[in-house]
């Protein structure tokens, strides 16, 4: 996965679960009779469209995301309108999923050369060497 384009292209979407609900906070009677909050429910373990690779990697990474262990619950309610909001979410769940399936690079440890630890050293005995000329001559 290299991209929003590609988890698009998948069309995990067509997995998901939206519900909609009335959102919290100010707004007045909009509020009271609007049902602009969206949520997703995505399945990772049930999904079709993932490899069992990619879903391990996903169970893995979002661990802390996730309810009852395999699912995925977004919510999206910060617009008035509910179409807004199901496409900020949309766009929560791409970035989420690509962010999942990121492989991370390898470590490859780095070596100090001799001549940074012989340069480490002699500017040691210097420092050494000053501290030690400020003593009292007894």
């Not at 990474?61 to 807004?84: I, N, S, Y």
């Not at 769940?93 to 480490?120: D, E, H, M, N, Q």
Request: hydrophobic share 35%; net charge positive.
């Amino acid at each position: 996965m290299k991209s929003i384009e590609d988890i698009q292209e998948r069309q995990l979407i067509r997995e998901c679960v939206f519900k909609t609900a009335r959102s919290g906070g100010a707004g007045g009677q909009n509020v009271n009779k609007v049902e602009s909050k969206v949520e997703l429910w995505f399945n990772i373990a049930e999904s079709y469209m993932l490899t069992e690779e990619e879903k391990e990697r996903l169970l893995k990474k979002l661990a802390t995301r996730l309810e009852k262990g395999t699912t995925l619950h977004l919510q999206e309610q910060t617009d008035r309108t509910q179409l807004k909001n199901k496409e900020l979410i949309k766009e929560k769940f791409y970035k989420l999923l690509l962010s999942g399936l990121k492989v991370a690079k390898t470590r490859k440890p780095t070596k100090i050369s001799k001549a940074i630890k012989a340069k480490r050293l002699d500017s040691k005995k210097i420092k050494g060497e000053i501290k030690r000329l400020r003593k009292k001559i007894i």
